[in-house]
């Protein structure tokens, strides 16, 4: 018999930069793929009745990541368009840069979306305050691996 499991694991990257381009923090942050993530991957398969993920969205919100999340718990300003996204052999990396004003404050979420308002969230992380001030850039790479075991 054959038995195929199909995993996915995320990792996101952080790096915020002061107004004069220095690194000011760097993290990595493991996420969790939501149910309603799942069901889009799966919708994805079957067709295109669902839209590509397109934006980011950054929060302040600080529960725990859960499966049954369908949006982040505070978000700060709003969501960003995706700078690129890529897709090498089993993964697909997210990018998108929060200019100085965009998402200002204690962040701590962070999700992939498929609109800049409502949609579907395919991933969210939480994790300990980044403080993002006025004038900071923060660069968020985020990678979703597929494997099959």
């Known amino acids: 018999m054959i038995n195929d499991s199909l995993n ?33 991957i799966a919708s994805r398969m079957e067709g295109v009745t669902e839209a590509v993920m397109s934006h980011m969205g950054l929060g302040s919100g600080s529960t725990a990541a859960d499966a049954a999340d369908t949006d ?46 409502s949609g579907t969230m395919l991933c969210r992380t939480v994790f300990d305050v980044v403080n993002k001030a006025a004038d900071d850039t923060l660069s968020v790479t985020w990678t979703i691996t597929i494997s099959a075991s």
Not at 10 to 36: F, M, P, S, Y
Not at 79 to 99: M, W
């Open 72 to 117: 982040l718990e505070t978000l700060l300003g709003s969501r960003e368009a995706l700078d690129s996204t890529t897709v090498t052999n089993n993964q697909i990396v997210y990018v998108a840069t929060f200019e100085a004003g965009d998402a200002t404050g204690s962040v701590r979420e962070a999700g992939i979306f498929n609109a800049a308002t």
């Open 8 to 40: 996915l694991k995320g990792r996101v990257a952080l790096e915020l930069k002061d107004a004069e381009g220095n690194v000011k923090e760097v993290r990595e942050i493991d996420n969790l793929v939501v149910d309603a993530g799942l069901d889009y």
